[in-house]
């Protein structure tokens, strides 16, 4: 799915299910509660502590797509087009970083 169609998809859903968007500081409160929730799985799961009695961190991809799917109605209610601000920020990215990652002694 191209992102633009992950835009629209998304704002189908909300005008289909979701009765509106959110506004987007109570949009901004959940995408924050969603990164906890994956902050808690990649913490237990990769990190050192450890899972509850009867969890297992197997969510980990519905976690990411809650984060995705606030993520594209934040863009959506503020008129980002996410394709065209994710292709200038991987040239603001290469054009920034050509060499800092390389050179970077402690990445090699």
Known sequence: MEIQELQQTVDNWIKENGVRYF?????M???TEE??????IMSRKFGE???KTG??????GDELADVM???VCIA???????????????EKKSNRDKNRHKENKKLQ
């Open 69 to 71: 799917f606030v993520l």
């Open 35 to 40: 990164v906890g929730e994956v902050a808690r």
């Open 49 to 51: 502590q450890s899972f």
């Open 23 to 27: 506004n987007e500081l109570t949009n």
């Open 55 to 60: 969890e297992t961190g197997d969510n980990l």
């Open 76 to 90: 959506n209610q503020t008129g980002i087009n996410l394709q065209d601000a994710i292709t200038a920020n991987l």
């Open 29 to 31: 409160a959940i995408l």
